[in-house]
């Protein structure tokens, strides 16, 4: 084999690219005067006599190999003014296990697993519901005895793979999965990437165990009549993420990608960086990919350039082609617009919708005005579908704080119930991600660290009745009002601990799976939060974009709200107490006359012994006379540290 000239007709793509007979190679290098193709695992300390010189064209290098193949390696020799050496291909699908940083690029034929579930479609953006995961900390046992692995490595797509089936049922709309792509270092957040193209390596199966997941794997695509992947197409390590994401559409199930545009590698240490940048003699970026700007410990991209612009641009996009997401969620936008890439992300979101206007995309946007993150691109704004809000969750934590003060201690429902209302007014109110609880929040060592709803509830015992209880109203309300709701890994189950992507440092921060048979006061949060997840789902009022923060009352901790869908006629009015007593023939205005099912009553799920369940024996008649500017209202009983949901007819 050596490199020809391009044939007729050939899209050259950026990186190595499968194509026809061989593959293409193209290199974004402005300041090198020569590039060579280092092809087959070559030595890469000295230049290689037999390397083959890709033809320069601009600003890019770039040539054909026939015969290549998918598995084959390569990475690139630069020589410039400022050195020369090997360098990785940014845009490389997977890179070598071996030797990292010092590894090779892998190519990656980008049609060899076979989707299973080429009809999924991801739900509406209003019907999303989001079920955050740390892919390395989440789950992960060995075979056959399945006791827990996490202390001793790292979870994989594969691990997760066996909990796809207790996130079905869960009930949550989509998967958004913490950074998958690769960082320098076994264990990490993800926020410190270097090769944002290819998956962490960390997270693949090697080969000697794939044997292990068969079963799982038989067993989740022949419940839907189809074949598992082989062993041979998983073997490559980006088959393994996609096998992940096949099932997850298989089950119903969306997935999002978070992704870090704002800088590139966070750990403070340049050997990742210089595999495919190009720097001066002192060490300092020269500005191709990156600036002078730091952030996080890594470089922040230059977003004024064109080709970093696509670089980043195509990554995105790469996901969604060829992973199939159906989300991403972007990373302190507040940085990249400080640094000047506001008309960045405005390319950003423009490029993309326009390749696939289903795929949703939601920012991290701390700025002020937060509005600006979901406005066009012709009114000024970034143009994403949707941002975090902060809102709701400062207000959901301080009431429930406040309650932890004890029966006698001010608890501001009226402020509680302004919180829930989204601030973008009065139509699309899935613009707002909210979330009380998130990966930032709760990680051990971070310097805003807070507890976790559970120990906020009740500090002194996470599992006690005032704990639980009011953890399930602040549940309740955040997937009761308006907005996308967000929920991080454990939520569901009543989790306290702090989290850490290094558990080997703090030992107990892993999601208590065991809880679930061990602890009744989990298993009954878990079937509280499922049942929610569904309710959700099944009242389509609950995601409309009707909101009607009505009535309130701070002595006696109460409020309500009305939830519908426009011109439809579903309406549900929801109910919230932080009151340490049940409430009985308390008046709640209602939007209309007539029965009302009470569909949902969080009181129903405590089974600790002697408890007695107090609602409204399945409904309530709204025949009472006017109240809260509502037509009709009705006398009904609230439990203490509750939520109830009710729906017309």
């Keep these: ?46 230049r290689p006599a037999d390397a083959w010189r890709l033809e320069r064209r601009g600003d890019h290098f770039l040539g054909f190999l026939p015969g290549a193949k998918d ?35 892998i190519l990656r034929d980008p049609h060899s697993y076979p989707w299973a579930s080429s009809g999924f479609s991801a739900p509406p953006f209003h019907e999303l519901s989001l079920y955050q995961v740390h892919v390395g900390t989440y789950f992960a046992t060995d075979a056959p005895g399945g006791s827990d692995q996490r202390l001793a490595r ?17 009930g949550v709309r989509a998967v958004q999965l913490l950074p998958v792509v690769e960082w320098e270092t076994e264990r990490s957040l993800g926020y410190n990437s270097t090769d944002i193209f290819s998956p962490e390596m960390d997270y693949f199966a090697p080969c000697a165990e794939l044997d292990r997941y068969k079963p799982t794997l038989d067993a989740l695509f022949g419940k839907f009549g189809k074949a598992a992947p082989s062993k041979k197409i998983l073997e490559s390590g980006i088959n393994q993420l996609k096998v992940l994401i096949d099932l997850l ?53 230059h977003f004024p350039t064109g080709d970093v612009r696509s670089f980043l641009i195509e990554n995105a996009a790469y996901f969604m082609n060829e992973y199939r997401v159906d989300g991403l969620r972007y990373d302190e936008v507040t940085v990249i617009d400080r640094m000047g890439g506001w008309s960045f992300c405005q390319d950003l979101t423009s490029t993309l919708h326009h390749r696939n206007s289903k795929v949703i995309h939601i920012s991290e946007y701390w700025n002020f005005d937060k509005s600006y993150a979901i406005k066009p691109k012709a009114e000024g704004g970034a143009g994403f579908d949707a941002t975090w809000l902060d809102t709701a969750r400062d207000g959901i934590r301080r009431a429930i704080a406040q309650a932890a003060g004890g029966q006698s201690a001010y608890v501001g429902m009226g402020a509680l119930l302004g919180s829930l209302y989204p601030p973008f007014g009065g139509s699309g109110h899935w613009h707002s991600v909210q979330l009380i609880e998130n990966h930032d929040l709760h990680r051990a060592g971070h310097d805003e660290y807070v507890p976790r709803v559970a120990r906020l509830a009740d500090s002194n015992n996470p599992r006690s009745w005032y704990a639980r209880s009011r953890a399930r109203v602040a549940n309740g309300l955040l997937l009761t009002a308006p907005g996308i709701p967000q929920v991080f890994m454990g939520q569901e189950i009543l989790d306290d601990n702090a989290w850490t992507d290094s558990p080997s440092h703090h030992p107990h921060a892993r999601v208590w799976w065991d ?18 997840f569904w309710a959700r789902r099944h009242h389509r009022a609950l995601t409309g974009d009707g909101f009607n923060p009505y009535q309130s009352h701070d002595i006696d901790r109460i409020l309500a709200f009305q939830r519908w869908v426009e011109g439809v006629g579903e309406d549900v009015v929801v109910v919230a107490s932080l009151n340490e007593q049940t409430l009985y023939g308390y008046q709640i205005a209602f939007p209309a006359g007539g029965f009302w099912r009470e569909v949902l009553n969080s009181d129903a799920y405590d089974s600790s012994p002697g408890h007695v369940t107090a609602g409204n024996a399945g409904g309530v008649a709204a025949n009472g006379g006017p109240a809260y500017g509502m037509p009709a209202s009705a006398y009904i009983v609230i439990p203490a540290n509750s939520i109830l949901v009710f729906r017309r007819g």
């Design 71 to 105: 598995g084959d390696l390569y990475s690139f020799w630069v020589e410039g003014p400022y050195g020369k050496g090997p360098r990785r291909d940014p845009w490389a699908r997977e890179l070598e296990w071996q030797g990292y940083p010092e590894c090779d690029c």
């Design 249 to 301: 559409h298989l089950h119903g199930v969306a997935v999002l990608f978070d992704v870090v545009y704002n800088h590139i590698n966070g750990d403070a240490n340049e050997q990742a960086l210089r595999r495919y940048d190009f720097w001066d003699q002192d060490g300092r970026p020269h500005g191709i990919y990156f600036g002078s700007d730091g952030w996080a410990g890594g470089m922040v991209p």
């Design 1 to 46: 084999m050596s490199i020809q000239a391009l044939p007729a007709g050939i899209d050259v793509h950026m990186g190595g690219h499968l194509t026809h007979g061989g593959a293409t190679f193209r290199v974004w290098a402005p300041h090198a005067s020569e590039v060579l193709l280092l092809f087959g695992g070559k030595n890469r300390k000295v």
């Design 154 to 170: 790292p979870g994989r797509f594969l691990d997760l793979v066996e909990r796809v089936e207790y996130i079905a049922n869960l």
């Design 515 to 532: 809880g679930l048979s061990a602890s009744p006061e989990m298993a009954d949060h878990h079937r509280f939060m499922r049942d929610l």
